[in-house]
C-alpha cells in the first residue's frame, strides 16, 4: 500500500490560520502586501491555498500579524509539513496539476458523499474499467494510460485501509447499464461494486430512471469532509480541462441538502445491489 500524506489540506489549514491572524490583526490584503513589498495577489492567494508557502514567507506573515510562542511555532510547522510532496507525486507529471489538489483532500477525507451520472467513481473502479474510461477521453498514449490506471487503483487502496473514508455513494441508474469497456468488463465491474458495498464503512444505492427529475441534474459532485473542525467541507466537481472546488458555507449547505434528496429517492442499498445484479445478468 502506498504511504499517505496529505500536503494538501495542511495547506488549505495554514492558509485559514493566517486569514485569521490577519484579521485579529486588523489588516487589509492590501496593508499586508504594501508592508512586505509583496503585490496583492500574492498574499490572496496564500490565504486561498492556491499556492504552496514557504516557511520564511509564513515567518513574514506572523512577524507583520504579531503572532509570537507556541501558535507562531505550530504555523511554522505546518508550514513545513505542508511543503511535503503527496504519494502521487512519485507518478511524475501523469496527473493534472488541477486534479492533484484533489487527490490531496480525498486522502486526508473521513466522510465522502459522492453522486456520479456517467460512470463509477475512481475510488469504486476496476482497472479495466479505469482504462477503457481513460481511453474514452481520447487518450492514445498506452504509457500514459498504464500510469494514470496505477494512480487510480493506488487511490482505491483508500477504501480497506485502516484510516478508511465513511463513504455514501449514490448512482444514476445510467452508470450500471452503460457498457464501458464492454459486457465483460462491465459485468467484472458491477461485481466489483457489490463486493464493495459489502465494506462496512461503504453505503451504496442507485438512483433508478423511475425517480424521474431530481436536485443533481447539472451533473456528478462529490462532498469531502475532513477529521479537523477547522476544515471545511469542500464540494469538488470535474470537468474536461480542470476541476471546480465549493467551500461557501452557502454552496456546502446546497449541495448537502441536494445529496439528502438524492439519497431519499434512490433505491435502499439491498434494492440497489438486486438492480445491480440484474443489470450484469441482462448483459450480453
Same mark, same amino acid.
Given at each position: 500500500?502506498v504511504?499517505r500524506s496529505?500536503?494538501?489540506v495542511?495547506?488549505r489549514?495554514?492558509?485559514g490560520?493566517?486569514?485569521k491572524?490577519?484579521?485579529?490583526?486588523?489588516?487589509?490584503?492590501?496593508e499586508?502586501?504594501e508592508r512586505?513589498e509583496?503585490s496583492?495577489a500574492k498574499?490572496?492567494?496564500i490565504?486561498?491555498?492556491r499556492?504552496?508557502?514557504?516557511?520564511?514567507?509564513?515567518?513574514?506573515?506572523?512577524?507583520?500579524y504579531?503572532?509570537?510562542g507556541?501558535?507562531r511555532?505550530?504555523?511554522l510547522?505546518?508550514?513545513r509539513?505542508?511543503?511535503?510532496?503527496?504519494w502521487w507525486?512519485?507518478y511524475?507529471?501523469?496527473?493534472p496539476?488541477?486534479?492533484e489538489?484533489?487527490?490531496?483532500l480525498?486522502?486526508?477525507a473521513v466522510?465522502?458523499? *459522492?453522486?456520479?451520472?456517467e460512470?463509477?467513481?475512481?475510488l469504486?473502479?476496476?482497472?479495466?474499467?479505469?482504462?477503457?474510461?481513460? *481511453?474514452?477521453?481520447?487518450?492514445?498514449?498506452?504509457?500514459?494510460?498504464?500510469?494514470l490506471?496505477e494512480?487510480?487503483?493506488?487511490r482505491?487502496?483508500?477504501?480497506?485501509?485502516?484510516?478508511?473514508?465513511?463513504?455514501?455513494?449514490?448512482?444514476n441508474?445510467?452508470v450500471?447499464r452503460?457498457?464501458?469497456?464492454?459486457?465483460?468488463?462491465?459485468?467484472?465491474q458491477?461485481a466489483h461494486?457489490?463486493?464493495?458495498?459489502?465494506?462496512p464503512?461503504?453505503?451504496?444505492?442507485?438512483l433508478?430512471?423511475?425517480a424521474?427529475?431530481?436536485?443533481a441534474?447539472?451533473?456528478s459532485?462529490s462532498?469531502?469532509?475532513?477529521?479537523e473542525?477547522?476544515?471545511?467541507k469542500?464540494?469538488?466537481?470535474?470537468?474536461?480541462?480542470g476541476g471546480?472546488y465549493?467551500e461557501?458555507p452557502?454552496?456546502?449547505?446546497r449541495y448537502?441538502l441536494?445529496?439528502?434528496h438524492l439519497?431519499a429517492a434512490?433505491l435502499?442499498?439491498?434494492?440497489?445491489q438486486?438492480l445491480?445484479a440484474r443489470?450484469a445478468?441482462?448483459?450480453s
Open positions: 500500500m504511504t496529505a500536503p494538501t495542511k495547506r489549514r495554514l492558509a490560520e493566517l486569514r491572524h490577519r484579521e485579529a490583526a486588523g489588516l487589509t490584503l492590501e499586508v502586501a512586505l509583496w496583492t498574499v490572496s492567494r490565504e486561498n491555498a499556492v504552496s508557502v514557504l516557511p520564511r514567507d509564513v515567518k513574514h506573515l506572523l512577524n507583520v504579531g503572532v509570537e507556541e501558535a511555532e505550530v504555523l510547522v505546518l508550514a509539513e505542508a511543503r511535503q510532496k503527496g507525486h512519485s511524475g507529471e501523469v496527473i496539476t488541477w486534479f489538489v484533489y487527490v490531496g480525498e486522502s486526508e466522510a465522502i458523499d *459522492q453522486y456520479d451520472s460512470h463509477v467513481p475512481g469504486l473502479q476496476t482497472a479495466d474499467y479505469a482504462r477503457a474510461i481513460f *481511453q474514452a477521453f481520447l487518450l492514445d498514449d498506452e504509457d500514459e494510460i498504464n500510469k490506471v494512480v487510480r487503483m493506488a482505491t487502496e483508500r477504501l480497506t485501509a485502516p484510516t478508511a473514508p465513511k463513504c455514501w455513494v449514490v448512482l441508474e445510467a450500471i452503460r457498457q464501458v469497456g464492454g459486457a465483460q468488463v462491465m459485468r467484472a458491477l461494486l457489490s463486493d464493495v458495498a459489502k465494506l464503512n461503504v453505503t451504496l444505492q442507485v433508478p430512471f423511475g424521474g427529475a431530481h436536485p441534474m447539472s451533473g459532485f462532498i469531502l469532509g475532513f477529521p473542525p477547522s476544515d471545511s469542500v464540494v469538488y466537481m470535474e470537468m474536461q480541462t471546480l465549493l461557501k452557502h454552496e456546502i449547505e448537502t441536494a445529496f439528502d439519497r434512490a435502499c442499498p439491498s434494492d440497489s438486486a445491480i443489470a445478468d441482462e448483459m
